[in-house]
């Protein structure tokens, strides 16, 4: 799939202060200071080793496209454009454009990697003759961990303009490749009650799509956001044996278990170790950790 025509479109909307660019890249990130992320999956540091490895990318069936989100601030002259390198202008209007946030799409024709199990909507899809890929997605891939997902400049903070103007840039992306939906996965409570109290409930779109029938309106008919419900088990580092203190190790935690569980813990870290050449010694010294064993650097 070529994605060179979403480089650089900049649409005014949601109002008159916000516009939105679709990149490809992530040049972005050079654009002005941002706020660091709530965990390290987030992490720009994390995300290029994921494109380094070619974990997500169009090869691995994650086609990543950024929706950057300016802020307008104004009127400006060229000798201003040239001074200020951080920050972006729009060349026609003049305008100065302030980057404010940034989310993240994946163009997507499968859904491995995202442990969220949609496979009763692909098939519901099937059933009626509509084809559910590509579908985007939002997420930060292969990490089923709770966070936020879309990277906000200093002093932002995330709300309803923001969040409806990338939503605008998902829209079009949406358009553009023919995605049957988009999906926000692992997002913070935050980001889940801001969707969906920004976007139409199921009755507004019900009274829309009267209207419409009735002649009353003839505009598109936005769609509501769903909020999808679902249960993880998370270990927290807590001793319940011990005043629920954190484990000063990982033979404490393992001590915690019947024989027959530490066995079958430490034999998988052995086979591991025995088919994974280390690249790194934080990699060693964790597989060194988890078997109690010396370890080996493979550099």
């Not at 404010?100 to 491995?112: D, L, N």
């Not at 779109?205 to 003839?218: K, P, T």
């Not at 505009?219 to 998370?234: S, T, Y």
Request: proline share 4%.
């Amino acid at each position: 799939m070529v994605i060179d025509k979403y480089i650089a479109i900049i649409i005014v909307t949601v109002n008159m202060s916000l516009e939105y660019a679709l990149i490809n890249d992530t040049s972005w990130q050079s654009q002005t200071e941002w706020q660091t992320p709530d965990t390290p999956f987030m992490s720009f540091a994390f995300w290029q080793a994921l494109t380094d490895t070619r974990a997500i990318g169009e090869q691995a069936g994650w086609l990543p496209i950024f929706i950057l989100v300016h802020r307008v601030t104004g009127a400006t002259n060229s000798a201003d454009s040239e001074d200020n390198t951080d920050t972006l202008v729009d060349s026609t209007a003049k305008n100065t454009l302030q980057p404010v946030a940034v989310m993240p799409v994946f163009i997507k024709g499968h859904h491995r990697g995202e442990f969220v199990f949609d496979h009763a909507w692909a098939e519901a899809y099937a059933r009626y003759g509509v084809d559910y890929y590509p579908r985007l997605v939002t997420s930060a891939p292969y990490t089923p961990i709770t966070g936020q997902r879309i990277w906000l400049a200093k002093g932002e903070t995330l709300n309803e303009d923001i969040f409806r103007t990338a939503i605008a840039g998902i829209d079009d992306i949406a358009q553009q490749v023919g995605a049957s939906s988009w999906h926000g996965l692992f997002v913070t409570p935050n980001l889940a009650s801001i969707a969906t109290t920004s976007m139409p409930t199921e009755i507004d779109v019900e009274l829309a799509i009267a209207a419409q029938e009735s002649g009353v309106e003839s505009a598109a008919i936005e769609l509501p956001i769903f909020e999808r419900q679902g249960c993880q088990f998370l270990w927290q580092n807590k001793d319940l044996l011990n005043d629920r203190k954190p484990f000063t190790d990982f033979d404490a935690f393992l001590m915690t278990l019947k024989a027959k569980k530490r066995k079958t813990i430490r034999l998988s870290a052995v086979k591991l170790l025995s088919r994974t050449l280390v690249a790194s010694a934080s990699a060693a010294m964790l597989l060194a950790m988890l078997i109690g064993k010396p370890f080996i650097i493979v550099m």
